[in-house]
């Protein structure tokens, strides 16, 4: 059974562009999270969707938006891009249970010039 | 305060020795928490649930202490490929997040 699929692997992008990241979760996941985690800092949580809808998102600002398909799948995507938004950005699905845990793409490593 | 707190480290212990990590939470509404592993630059990879009674997978042990809000993994026999971080997650039953503690850093050496 294919894990959680993320792409692309590699991105660079110079500052003030936009950019998409996808997320394909595993078969039978209806929960998707984003994470960033940039060079040397933990896990910052940056959004959640369940069910198509987003449930909950962290700390950032509003260039930082996403969405979730009929089919689970979900996309990220940064506006006017800053130095500072390069990182690894990981996504996790999980079922639709509270007590269910994570499991993670291996991310897409994103670097603003 | 974070919601999940834990002592970067890094732990530098020979092979074989015994090491602990405690992690602090402070949303009273977190109800599961797990161990994650991550090793440079790779996404985290499930370690283990940790129950209120007590968790052991092998050489490793979970405990979740709710009256002082603390969870923590015991590593018995370290090997060196044990080396890596390990990060502590709290899932909150009110707002469904599900927040990474900054990790601990474990280095064992031969």
């Known amino acids: 059974e294919a894990g959680v699929t993320q792409s692309p692997t590699h991105l660079i992008k110079t500052r003030g562009q936009q950019v998409t990241l996808r997320c394909s979760p595993i078969?039978?996941?209806?929960?998707v999270y984003w994470y960033q985690q940039a060079l040397g800092l933990g896990l910052q949580f940056l959004l959640w969707?369940?069910?198509?809808?987003?449930?909950n998102r962290g700390n950032f600002p509003p260039r930082f938006s996403g969405r979730q398909f009929p089919n689970y799948s979900s996309e990220l995507n940064v506006n006017a891009l800053e130095l500072e938004d390069s990182a690894l950005y990981l996504c996790?699905?999980?079922?639709?249970?509270?007590?269910?845990?994570?499991?993670f793409g291996s991310g897409t490593q994103l670097s603003v010039l | 305060r974070k919601e999940v707190e834990q002592d970067p480290g890094p732990f530098n212990v020979p092979e074989g020795a015994t090491v602990a990590f405690n992690c602090t939470y402070s949303n009273s509404a977190s109800q599961s928490f797990f161990w994650y592993r991550q090793d440079c630059r790779k996404e985290p990879k499930l370690l283990m649930s940790v129950y209120s009674s007590g968790n052991e997978d092998g050489r490793f042990t979970a405990q979740l202490n709710r009256a002082s809000q603390y969870i923590s993994l015991l590593i018995r026999d370290s090997k060196l490929s044990d080396s890596a971080t390990y990060l502590c997650?709290?899932?909150?039953?009110?707002?469904?997040?599900?927040?990474f503690g900054q990790g601990t850093t474990l280095q064992v050496k031969p």
């Open positions: 969707y369940d069910e198509g809808e987003e449930r």
């Open positions: 997650v709290g899932a909150s039953s009110n707002t469904g997040k599900l927040i």
């Open positions: 078969s039978g996941h209806t929960s």
């Open positions: 996790a699905s999980k079922t639709g249970a509270t007590n269910e845990k994570l499991f």
